[in-house]
């Protein structure tokens, strides 16, 4: 069982935004971050590493260890994998909700099995990174521990 919450900062924003925990490792995660980064005109997401400090208070072991899962966190639910990337197309709007709603109807195994072969070779096709990427000074107040 997860330990309650305690009243940091970070959790408090964090239930109030839905967060896209990834891998600041991996080349592919970093991109989807920035993908998702310049389509979030209205600021929706925020952002946090899988390896980080947010992650740890609000993920459970399982989903910090799985580091090729992309893990969306709206309040108390979460969405691991596909379910995430359907999540935030449908919340970027425009035909970016489109796009998810069509991925949608695709049965969910389909599509994990889709991600977990892209998961599998992220390293290989798009690199990995030494460090956890770090925010330019205008992304800051959407980056979380």
Same mark, same amino acid.
């Given at each position: 069982?997860?330990?309650?919450?305690?009243?940091?900062?970070?959790?408090?924003?964090?239930?109030?935004?839905?967060?896209?925990?990834?891998?600041?490792?991996?080349?592919?995660?970093?991109?989807?971050?920035?993908?998702?980064?310049?389509?979030?005109?209205?600021?929706?997401?925020?952002?946090?590493?899988?390896?980080?400090?947010?992650?740890?208070?609000?993920?459970?072991?399982?989903?910090?260890?799985? $580091?090729?899962?992309? !893990?969306?966190?709206?309040?108390?639910?979460?969405?691991? @994998?596909?379910? #995430?990337?359907? %999540?935030?197309? =449908?919340?970027?709007?425009?035909?970016?909700?489109?796009?998810?709603? $069509?991925?949608?109807? !695709?049965?969910?195994?389909?599509?994990?099995?889709?991600? @977990?072969?892209? #998961?599998?070779? %992220?390293?290989? =096709?798009?690199?990995?990174?030494?460090?956890?990427?770090?925010?330019?000074?205008?992304?800051?107040?959407?980056?979380?521990?």
């Amino acid at each position: 069982m997860n330990a309650p919450l305690q009243t940091t900062e970070p959790q408090t924003v964090a239930a109030t935004q839905p967060v896209m925990f990834f891998d600041g490792v991996c080349g592919l995660c970093n991109r989807s971050v920035d993908f998702v980064l310049a389509r979030d005109t209205r600021g929706v997401f925020l952002y946090s590493p899988l390896q980080g400090e947010t992650a740890e208070r609000l993920l459970t072991e399982n989903d910090r260890q799985e $580091l090729g899962t992309l !893990v969306l966190a709206e309040g108390e639910q979460r969405y691991r @994998r596909s379910s #995430a990337v359907v %999540r935030i197309l =449908l919340k970027l709007g425009g035909v970016w909700k489109l796009l998810g709603a $069509l991925l949608w109807c !695709v049965p969910k195994p389909l599509r994990d099995l889709g991600y @977990r072969c892209v #998961a599998a070779n %992220r390293y290989r =096709l798009f690199g990995k990174k030494e460090f956890c990427r770090m925010p330019t000074p205008e992304e800051q107040a959407r980056f979380l521990p």
